[in-house]
């Protein structure tokens, strides 16, 4: 059998680090393209029974757009920034 584990609290907690701000579940949910809460919250706890790669996708998605723009608001002032989570 195989384990998959998503690391949605790291990725979350990385982004909060890099733009100095929360980000709560509800949030990452509501701006996930219809991503339900109570998925999130199973995703981000690891209680899920399956995995649903489009809902998959959506966080991606949320990840990558809040770095990018991050990645781009930094550009100008110097700072390191990075083009992925790690």
């Known amino acids: 059998m195989v384990t998959i584990k998503y690391n949605l ?3 979350k907690h990385h982004l909060e680090l890099k733009t100095g701000r929360a980000y709560p579940w509800t949030e990452v949910a509501r701006q996930s ?6 998925t999130v919250m199973n995703m981000a706890g690891n209680k899920t ?4 790669l489009e809902n998959l996708a959506r966080l991606i998605s949320f990840f990558n757009q809040r770095r990018a723009s ?13 083009a992925c989570f790690e």
Request: proline share 0%.
């Open 70 to 82: 991050r990645v781009a608001s930094s550009a100008g002032t110097g700072q390191r920034a990075h």
């Open 33 to 38: 393209s219809g991503v339900h809460i109570t």
């Open 49 to 52: 029974g399956r995995v649903d």
């Open 9 to 11: 609290f790291a990725l």
